[in-house]
Structure formats: C-alpha cells, structure tokens
C-alpha cells in the first residue's frame, strides 16, 4: 500500500474527512504534501462532509493517530470546543505524556495554563511550532522577563480558538524543526481552501466569570472565510477578544528561613535556639489583574495553477496584563535575633523554630513587618508572525515546498510604581507553623488596617523601569518529496532550513528613592486608602492579616512620581541586560518505506548552531570574545559588556518503525536523537564576581546543547470506531542537561590589578548553570471507551521517573499524571466534565531556594446546547474543585519546610455561539 495514502484510506473507513483534515494532517506531519494529483482530488469530494461533535471528533483524532507513521497525539478543533478549555494548554493536558503550569518563573502559579511540557521535562525542552515553523513569544511577568528565561513558549497568547488540530510529537522524524529534545507540539491553524462551503461565518459572544473578584468581563470571537467555486482562491479572518479579571490570594515566605547564630542575644538566653532556623518575611499576598488578550489571524491562499498553491499567513496575539501585588510582611529577622518579647512555650521541630510569641516591647524602634506594595500598570506580552509558502507539485511523484517568515514576540514592564515601608513598630509578633500542607498562622501586633503605622525609614523604593524584551526569528526553509509507486520505498523527503534568532533585554532602569525628596516623612504619604476583600484569610484556611490596608495604583504612581529617581543613566540596571543571537541552519533527509505490515521512516537531521552571546559582569571575562568597559555612570557600579562567541553542529538521527498487524491492532517502535539550546537567561546571566572572597555567580555562555538520546515502544487496540487502548514505554538519556554547579573562571581582579599598577587576572570560583547528566523512564497508559451511541469516557495515566546526575530531581518532573473524563452527547446536548492530577516536581530556584509545587488536581466541566441548527449556548467552568496551589523549600539542614500557597478562585465562561 503506497505511504501516501494512507491517510486518505484512514478518513474513508472513519467516514470523517471534514473541513481540512487531509491537509491538517500534512501540515503537522512538518513536511512537504505527500497525497497523489488522485488522493487529492477525492479529499475536494469528501470535503463536503463535515466533522461535527464530540464522537466524530474523537474518531477522527483516533483515525489520525493511527494512521501516523510516528508516535503522535491528535486534537481536533471540534474537540476543543466541547472541552473546558481556554487555551491550547488547557487542551493539551488531558492528554497522556503531557504536563501543564501556570507559571514559567518564580511568580506563583495563576489561574490559566501557561506552559507546556511532554514526558516529565521541563517546559523548555518542548518545542511548540504553529504550522511547522518557530513562534515567537513573550511574558507579561517581570521575572519572566529578565530573570528565568527560557525558550519554551508563553500559551496565554495561544487562544483556542485559533486552532484546527494540535498534534503533539512524541518521537522525532529528521523534517521536524530541531528544538525538542522530549518533543513538539505542532498547533495547525485552519486554511481557507480547506473550508467545504464558498462562505462561512462563525462568531461567539459572552462573558466571563471569576469567583473571587467577583465580577464578569466580555470576551468574542468571530471567524469569517470566503472561497471562490473553483476553490482557487480563500480568504479567511479571524479575530478574537477576551477581558478578565483576576484576583489571586497567597501566603508567602519569601525572605526563606534564617538562622540564628550562636552569638545572638536570643541564642544567648536560650541556648537550645543556637543554630536553629526560623522563617523570614512571611506575607499575606494579594495579586489582582486585569487581563485583556486581542488578536486575530488572517490568511490569503490561491492556486494560480493546478499544481501550485501559495498561501500568506499573519497571526497577532496580544495580552494586556495590568498587576498589582501588595505582600504584608512579618520580618522576622528584625526581632528574632534580640529575643525580645520571646515568651515561654516556643517549639522547635526539625531545626526550625516552628511556633514562637513575641511580645510587644515598650519604646521600641523596630518594625516587626515590612509592606511592598508594587502596581505594574502596562505589563504585556505579544506574539505575532507572518509567512508566505508556497506548495508546488513539479510532477506527480514530485512535491518541492518553500516558506519564508519572520515572528516577533515581546514581554514589557514599562513602569513599576513600588513603595516599601515599615510597619508594626515594637508591637509583637507570632507565628505556627502547620507543616507544607497548610498555611501558616501568623499575626502582627498593632493596627494592620490603616496606614496609621506606617514607618518609611525602614523602607525603600525600588523597582524595575522600561523594560522591553524581544524575542524575534526571521526564517527561510524548503522542503522536497520524490514519491515512489512501486517497491517498499514509498518516498524520500530532504530540505534545509535557516533561521536568526535573537532575545535581548536592552534597558532597564532600577528605581530608587530621591534623596533630595521628603520621601521618609509619614506626613508625607496619602491617609486614604482601601482594604483586602474580607474573605482573603478564609479563602486559604489559615488565620493571618486580612483586614489590610492598601494604597491604588493611582496613589503608587503618584508616590512614585514624587519620590522615586528614575534617572536613566545613574539608575541602569545592568544586572538585567542579555543578548543572544543564533544563526541556526539545517539540512535532512528522510526515507519512507512499507513493505506488509510494516512501515516507517529513517532520517538524519543535521544542525550547526553560530551563537554570538552578550553578557554584562563587574570583572571582565578573560574567556570572552571581546569586552568593552569599564562603563562607567551606574549608581549599581562599573561594569563590562562581554560578548561570547561558539559554533557547534550536531547531527540527529531518528527511525520510526511501525506494525499494523491487523485492522485493530498496532504497534511502534522508535529512537532518535534531539536536541534542544540552553535557556537564554543561562547563557547570558549577569555575572558578578567578588575580589574578596574570588567567588561568584552568574550566567554560563558555554554551555553546550542538551542531547537525548530516545527510545520508544507502544502498542495500541482500537478495538471499536471511537475506542482504544495502548500502553507505552520510553526512555530519555539526556546529555549536557543544565543545572546548577561551580565552576572556575578566570576575570581581571580590580582590586590586585590596582594594587599592582598592571592588569592582574584570577581563578574565580562561580556559581553557575553546569551541563550535566540526567535520565528519564516512563510509562504510558490510555483507554478510550464509546458507551453506547451517546456517552463515553477517557482516562490516562503517565508515570514519569527522571533524576540529574548525583541522584538531584530534574525540573518538571511528575512521577505520576493521569486524566479521567466522561461525556454526553446527542442531537440537542453535550456535556463533559474532566479531572487532571500530577503529583509534585522540582520547580526551579527562588532567591537560591530550591522550591517544589505539591501535586495538584483540577476539576472542570462543559456544557452545551444546540438551540437551532445555527445557534448554541456553551458554559465552561474551570477550577471547580478551587485547587489551592502550594509550594515547599527543601534544604538538607532543616528537611522541607512550607513556601507559599495560592488560591486563584474558579471561573465561568458562558458563550453563544453562532454559525453560517
């Protein structure tokens, strides 16, 4: 049976094949179109069936699925619209092998799915593709920005309503762009020439609730495609709108845990507390937002000729993101060390000092709690892309593709409006500890619910200014197929691709106070104010501050403007600004074969990377290409542009091999090699480096590329039209996987080179991002089961077990995931509900704390109605359970200990939706 079509053969037997499902599927196969001058005439005929539903759709996922010659996951755009599911993570996680987070740095976790990671990895070691080719992307949030900065891509900016089908790779085939090393998710948008009537129209109109705000917004979308009777030519536009109101609330500890030294007077007095540890800076946080995402797609296609299709193709996401954070701090390295006030019947439980009472002491100066209050009006990120392709059929057994594209994506933070200050002065404090599982209790003496205790002087203005961060690829790639009709060779792929990639941070100012102003005078400071929602504590089941008084944003930026030095030249903020620019080619070839049961393919793709990397540090690098400085004019000290050049080229092998042993029965095996670059706050981090004590942290440019070598084995029953089972194994050896380590660097030692009159240069011991080793072994269950002609359930279950070398957690790792869902559906009604787990994984690293997320399930549910052929009423509820989110530190002097929890309430989403 010829390679190419089988598919077509696939849709037949589903009797399927609605609205663009052949050439969907080429689309994300990555490659050149691989159907016969035959195969796609009769896909024209059948398109004029359409795919409606949850049961069609979910046959023709299944029809897809099988029928790929590698591994893949498929959703539909059918599907997605009778999921709970806002954006293509949400519809993403219900699958096996895939994870989701809400967060991509040390922010906390939100109440959408923000990242996407495949066999327990992280984030950035999947590579998300729209129609074949790189995206680029940004983050609303500031550590986002210029702190963690990864490659994997931000979904807030990927609506689902963009989508035509998701197809998640979970081998590799040398025609995939390189960049995931545990896999793609390749999203395919729809095309005006695969629509089955000249004129379609869609639209949806509604709103949105969320709970703990209390408020509903409007969100719409509409689609309209037009295309001649020749079906020669289409337009297609697409826009969609969304505003949402946010409200998070939270307790954090975010100053970590300190220890008390055995010369401190509470250590003194109570000699048993020496050396043991206590939390610092622990807050009651509100995070409010205002989330408005706007955009739209547009796309051009002709066929000026029977074996020529040229297609243009713009995509614009946009996500206003106004935030306001107010964290009401008890700072406990403020009194903890003096022991004053400390009362008897304090309790120390694995060296942490986990229940203690202090006392309000008379006449003292000290405040007992620290306020930030830090409102970000005009945070945003963006996406957007535009291509022009071009599919060309030379022959009937020749196919030549071409695309060019550019894709911009940005994240800013124009304006920080912060005030910190002093508060609870001499008024007591306590706090107990309930373990990672619940809040802690805590409470500060005197008035938390007016500024009437406000103390400046032990305060501070700060805040980041101006930043714009880029992120943006402009690319050129051609892909070819020779088809073959006789013998086990079914077709030979090959292609080349070249890309320049860059991500910068080029400015940012560091506010501070104006030391000319009035700025530590109470009188100073605004006497109205407003209070944190009454139901804040209660929300996370903890007893803590929640009366809390705050300024508005108005009021910060009023503060701000008046006391706040944001000179552009005294206050940059070197420490923050990164460059990398990448020039990527590549060049593959791919066989195709079938001979009986059996089919695949075998490839090689070969890779050669040019990496020019900019980096800023307070010594120069000896190691780098080229250094400029001292520059000189920062409040923050001299510093040095260093600039990094590296070359390196890789060559990645990869087979799929597969059995159709009968009509119900299949089986796969795969390996490959992939590779995916080091993140970009990796290699570009500041570094600063201590003549003192010769050491230092920072960024490490030569790093190497991560390399996984992959093996995969499934096998799979669809043993009715809608249902199937499969199981599957696989294993990832990853080489040169980034972590955290020392490592010794030689800079110019300023002070030795001062002493000596001549240029000195040292060993430096810094701490920095170090290629290591790691592993991954997992396993894959999933059941699909139709019941009956309306109902049907879903259920899958991955086991992920991933280490670093010395037996250290690899970031992202759910050793167990699963997913259940059920459904109705018939002529008139739909629903869904659906419930996602994964237990805890490694999350990263916050202010040198290695922090944990707890396991977390989620409960949501759909509805639908179709009141007339042309109109439906839909509500999705998401977060029904109120899943609280929790973190923990872990360290070996004091075992885990608690490190924020956050409630993000639930939201409803009620839509009518209309169709011509």
């Given amino acids: 049976m010829n390679y190419r079509k089988t598919l077509l053969a696939a849709s037949i037997v589903a009797s399927l094949c609605a609205s663009g499902v052949l050439y969907a599927q080429d689309a994300a196969q990555g490659g050149p179109a691989s159907q016969s001058r035959a195969d796609k005439a009769k896909a024209k005929e059948l398109a004029t069936v359409t795919v409606v539903g949850i049961r069609d759709s979910e046959a023709e996922s299944l029809a897809l699925k099988k029928d790929a010659a590698s591994h893949v996951e498929v959703v539909t755009a059918e599907d997605i619209g009778k999921l709970p599911a806002k954006n293509v993570a949400d519809t993403l996680q219900r699958l096996p092998g895939v994870n989701i987070s809400s967060s991509s740095a040390s922010e906390g976790g939100f109440d959408e799915s923000d990242r996407v990671s495949l066999r327990g990895t992280a984030p950035s070691l999947t590579q998300t593709l729209v129609n074949g080719h790189s995206v680029g992307t940004g983050d609303w949030f500031v550590l986002s920005q210029v702190q963690t900065v990864g490659r994997s891509v931000s979904y807030t900016l990927l609506p689902s309503e963009i989508v035509s089908q998701v197809v998640v790779h979970k081998t590799s085939e040398a025609r995939i762009v390189e960049g995931g090393s545990a896999g793609s998710v390749d999203i395919i948008t729809r095309k005006p020439l695969e629509f089955a009537k000249p004129v379609t129209a869609e639209a949806s109109i509604g709103g949105v609730y969320s709970d703990l705000p209390g408020d509903t917004k409007p969100q719409f979308s509409g689609l309209f495609n037009w295309k001649n009777d020749a079906n020669t030519v289409g337009v297609l536009v697409q826009a969609f709108y969304e505003k949402r109101s946010l409200q998070r609330n939270g307790q954090e500890i975010v100053g970590g845990y300190n220890q008390i030294g055995a010369n401190d007077p509470i250590a003194v007095a109570h000699p048993d507390l020496a050396g043991v540890y206590y939390p610092n800076l622990t807050g009651a946080a509100l995070f409010t937002q205002q989330r408005e995402r706007k955009g739209g797609v547009i796309d051009f296609e002709i066929k000026p000729t029977d074996n020529l299709t040229l297609d243009l193709s713009g995509f614009y996401s946009k996500l206003k993101a106004d935030n306001y954070n107010r964290n009401y701090l008890m700072w406990a390295s403020q009194f903890v060390p003096s022991g004053a006030g400390l009362q008897p019947g304090y309790t120390v439980s694995n060296n942490v000092l986990t229940n203690a009472v202090f006392a309000p002491v008379a006449g003292s100066t000290t405040p007992y709690g620290v306020y930030d209050q830090i409102s970000r009006p005009g945070a945003s990120s963006e996406s957007k892309y535009l291509t022009l392709g071009a599919d060309w059929r030379v022959t009937d057994h020749f196919d030549l593709k071409g695309q060019i594209g550019t894709t911009r994506g940005s994240g800013a933070s124009p304006t920080q409006d912060v005030i910190e200050l002093g508060t609870a002065v001499g008024a007591g404090a306590n706090w107990m500890m309930r373990g990672i599982g619940q809040p802690t209790n805590w409470n500060l003496g005197g008035d938390n619910s007016s500024p009437s205790g406000i103390y400046p002087q032990a305060g501070w203005i700060f805040g980041g200014q101006g930043i714009k961060v880029k992120d943006k690829e402009d690319w050129a790639q051609f892909d070819g197929e020779l088809s073959f009709d006789d013998g086990a060779l079914t077709s030979l792929q090959f292609g080349g691709r070249y890309a320049k990639h860059e991500r910068s941070n080029p400015f940012e100012v560091a506010q501070g106070p104006n030391w000319a102003s009035d700025w530590q005078n109470p009188a100073a400071y605004p006497t109205s104010h407003q209070n944190y929602p009454g139901d804040f504590g209660s929300s996370l ?75 800023t540090s307070t010594a120069p690098d000896a190691e780098a290409s080229s250094v400029t400085g001292p520059i000189t004019g920062s409040a923050f000290g001299d510093y040095y542009w260093n600039v990094y050049k590296h070359s390196y080229g890789k060559l990645l ?39 003192l004590t010769h050491t230092g942290s920072g960024g490490n440019p030569k790093l190497k590329p991560l390399i996984s070598t992959n093996f995969d084995a499934a096998v799979e029953w669809y043993f009715a039209p809608r249902g199937l089972l499969s199981a599957g194994v696989y294993a990832m050896n990853l080489k040169d996987y980034v972590s955290f380590g020392n490592q010794v660097r030689s800079f110019k030692d300023l002070q030795a080179t001062q002493n000596a009159g001549h240029d000195v240069y040292s060993d430096y011991l810094i701490s920095v991002p170090t290629n290591v080793n790691g592993k991954v072994r997992g396993v894959e269950l999933n059941y699909i ?20 070398t010395g037996d250290k957690p690899l970031q992202g790792t759910s050793k167990n995931t699963y997913n259940v869902s059920g459904y109705f559906e018939n002529q008139r009604f739909n629903a869904r509900i659906s419930y996602t787990y994964r237990s805890q994984f490694y999350a990263g ?63 409803y989403y009620l839509n009518l939706r209309f169709k011509l």
């Fill in 785 to 804: 089961q139709p019941i009956g002609d309306n109902f049907g359930v879903q259920a899958n279950y991955t086991y992920a077990d991933g280490h670093a």
């Fill in 845 to 907: 690293v916050s202010r040198t704390d290695t922090y944990f997320q707890q396991g977390i399930g989620n409960l949501a549910a759909s509805f639908g109605v179709n009141i007339t052929d042309w109109m439906a009423l839909s509500l999705d509820a998401m977060n029904l359970n109120k899943p609280k989110l929790k973190y923990y530190t872990q360290n070996a002097a004091y075992g885990k200990q608690p490190y924020a929890f956050y409630d993000n309430g639930r939201q």
């Fill in 541 to 615: 089941g903890g007893s803590f501050p929640s009366d809390i008084w705050y300024y508005t944003p108005g009021q910060l930026a009023q503060i701000d403007a008046q006391f706040a030095n944001r000179d552009p030249v005294s206050r940059f903020y070197f420490n923050d600004i990164y460059k990398v620019q990448e020039k990527d080619s590549a060049a593959y070839v791919q066989l195709n074969w079938e001979s009986g049961i059996a089919s695949g393919n075998v490839g090689v793709r070969y890779v050669k990377t040019d990496e020019t990397i900019g980096y």
């Fill in 653 to 691: 092998p990869s087979a799929n091999l597969k059995f159709d042993i009968n009509d119900q029965w299949v089986a796969r095996f795969a390996a490959s090699q992939t590779m995916t670059r080091p993140d970009y706050s990796a290699l570009a981090g500041s570094v600063s480096a201590d003549d």
